[in-house]
């Protein structure tokens, strides 16, 4: 096996929470150290940069490193938190995308703790196995896909990782999440009260990600119990409008009938776009056609649209008050707080206009 930074440093990482290198113990040489892995001097000299960037060992002229009391030093004071971000589209920098608003509460938390907030962008995972920064306490992940589960669990190793709101479970990880089944049972319920038999839940193309199947299973839940047929599943790009969704939205205007007449759309600039084109179709929203949102996003409001809050800035806060507890105890199973989510009722949903 090929040995990198990546493979040294994991194993005296090993080594140091493990405790056959406790606090005062002396670590290898960087020599000693490129003769035990068959490395390259170089090589070994970064594995040894990277513990000492993160506090682990600490060198002492004419004596060699040595492993610190880890668990104070990684007390958290003055440490900054990174929020990682694998941005597939949208800007970072408008106020109204999902990860500002959770780096928005990061950066608020972390300021009453103590703490330097940053935001660190990537366009994929690449190798973080050699990702290093300077007094690096905790880091804040908003996207799951931007570690594989060997990546998270070597990093996990090194620094306490807090996933924040999306994507699938990490082994193993600390996380808080956003209620998404919660939230799809709101809609499908806000719905079901108005009089509505038929939905269908219109996501995106990526209707695979854990938090569409979450929100899809709480409509079905509540679907199944009220004894109504099952949600379907409709898929919907903004750019492209797929025919599927402009469709059934014209088949509806021509009063075709076992159509659906409530929509729970994944997001409220989709549900916006939605709502347009049906209006060009010669639809009459909402008595023709009820739409639920998800978001709550500013201009929302001004649009008349019902929508599932979820605050993301809360999102952002409660992942450093979670980062912090990790920071501040040892050996804990992993810790994970749900954010809660509620409907804001407006004028997008009303009693179908036939019999649905």
Not at 89 to 110: C, K, L, N, W
Not at 245 to 268: H, M, Y
Request: glycine share 8%; proline share 5%.
């Amino acid at each position: 096996m090929r040995m990198t930074v990546a493979t040294v440093t994991d194993a005296l990482h090993a080594e140091i929470r493990g405790g056959q290198l406790a606090p005062g113990a002396r670590v290898p040489s960087v020599r000693e150290l490129a003769r035990r892995f068959g490395v390259a001097h170089a090589t070994a000299a970064k594995a040894m940069r990277i513990l000492a960037d993160e506090g682990l060992i600490e060198s002492q002229p004419g004596r060699g490193s040595f492993v610190t009391d880890f668990r104070a030093a990684r007390q958290p004071l003055g440490r900054p938190i990174i929020l990682l971000a694998m941005l597939h589209d949208g800007d970072i920098d408008s106020p109204h995308h999902d990860m500002t608003r959770v780096f928005y509460g990061v950066q608020e938390e972390a300021a009453v703790r103590g703490y330097e907030a940053r935001i660190s962008l990537w366009d994929h995972a690449g190798d973080l196995a050699e990702f290093q920064i300077p007094n690096l306490a905790a880091i804040v992940a908003g996207n799951y896909e931007l570690l594989s589960h060997r990546a998270a669990e070597a990093l996990h190793r090194r620094v306490p990782v807090v996933y924040a709101g999306y994507g699938q479970h990490v082994r193993a990880a600390n996380e808080v999440r956003i209620d998404h089944e919660e939230a799809g049972r709101l809609a499908a319920e806000h719905l079901i009260a108005a009089g509505h038999r038929r939905l269908a839940f219109v996501t995106t193309v990526d209707a695979h990600q854990e938090m569409y199947r979450l929100r899809f299973s709480g409509i079905a839940s509540v679907m199944a119990a009220a004894g109504h047929p099952a949600p379907v599943l409709m898929s919907w790009h903004v750019r492209d409008r797929p025919e599927a969704v402009t469709n059934v939205l014209r088949a509806i205007a021509l009063g075709e009938a076992e159509l659906p007449t409530g929509l729970v759309v994944a997001s409220d600039p989709m549900a916006s776009e939605i709502l347009t084109t049906a209006a060009a179709l010669g639809l009459d929203c909402p008595a023709e056609l009820s739409v639920v949102g998800f978001g709550d996003y500013a201009d929302t409001a001004t649009e008349g649209l019902t929508t599932v809050h979820y605050e993301l800035q809360a999102l952002g806060r409660s992942a450093v008050v979670l980062a912090d507890a990790v920071l501040r105890s040892s050996g804990l199973a992993p810790l994970r707080l749900v954010a809660p989510v509620r409907l804001v009722t407006r004028g997008s949903v009303v009693a179908p206009r036939v019999d649905a």
